[in-house]
T-cell receptor, first 115, second 112 residues
């Protein structure tokens, strides 16, 4: 099935550990992004990419790294996990044309707990 | 920074009622506004996208309107069904681009 695939679905980390959340899409979308969703705060953008080799920071980038070596993949790295990074993480992609987003597609999310 | 507000935070209606969900945003300089649905423990599903030059969009029982000058959008759901129970989020893309700002959502329960 076409769409955005995130792995893992659940993860528990200890403070200070690092890990990578995976995101892959098979729709040839130029734009990919990572959001975190916290209760009462809505979704907030962490990092985004408008194409392979191009990444930029969103609203809450501290503690996270990204890279975009291919159109399909956009992994999110937690460098040294902190309890404040406990959240649900969503990857989203979109085809774009002249700055308009068409069909913003979300993955099913990764629920991360840092203890 | 764009602020997006959705009121009410929760809404409960009997099956068959028509209902309106509200979304307001502080900066009218937007490219587009999108409504999403989120089921518990799931990702977001796009419902309707309204570009800044449009006033409304319709899909089945859903109709979304946009008034940029007043910073408001509404999502109208006709003849609500229990399957409509979910959280509805609106998001705006500002002219500065490349991201959406999301509201915190309205949790809708449709009672059979």
């Amino acid at each position: 099935n076409a769409g955005v695939t995130q792995t893992p679905k659940f993860q528990v980390l200890k403070t200070g550990q690092s890990m990578t959340l995976q995101c892959a899409q098979d729709m040839n979308h130029e734009y990919m992004s990572w959001y975190r969703q916290d209760p009462g705060m809505g979704l907030r953008l962490i990092h985004y990419s408008v194409g392979a080799g191009i990444t930029d920071q969103g609203e809450v980038p501290n503690g996270y790294n990204v890279s975009r070596s291919t159109t399909e993949d956009f992994p999110l790295r937690l460098l040294s996990a902190a309890p404040s990074q406990t959240s649900v993480y969503f990857c989203a992609s979109s085809a774009t044309h002249s700055r308009v987003f068409y069909g913003y597609t979300f993955g099913s999310g990764t629920r991360l707990t840092v203890v | 920074k764009q602020e997006v507000t959705q009121i009410p935070a929760a809404l409960s209606v009997p099956e068959g009622e028509n209902l309106v969900l509200n979304c307001s945003f502080t900066d009218s300089a937007i490219y587009n506004l999108q409504w999403f649905r989120q089921d518990p423990g799931k990702g977001l599903t796009s419902l309707l996208l309204i570009q800044s030059s449009q006033r409304e969009q319709t899909s089945g029982r859903l109709n979304a309107s946009l008034d940029k000058s007043s910073g408001r959008s509404t999502l109208y759901i006709a003849a609500s069904q229990p399957g409509d129970s979910a959280t509805y989020l609106c998001a705006v893309e500002p002219n500065t681009g490349n991201q959406f700002y999301f509201g915190t959502g309205t949790s809708l329960t449709v009672i059979p």
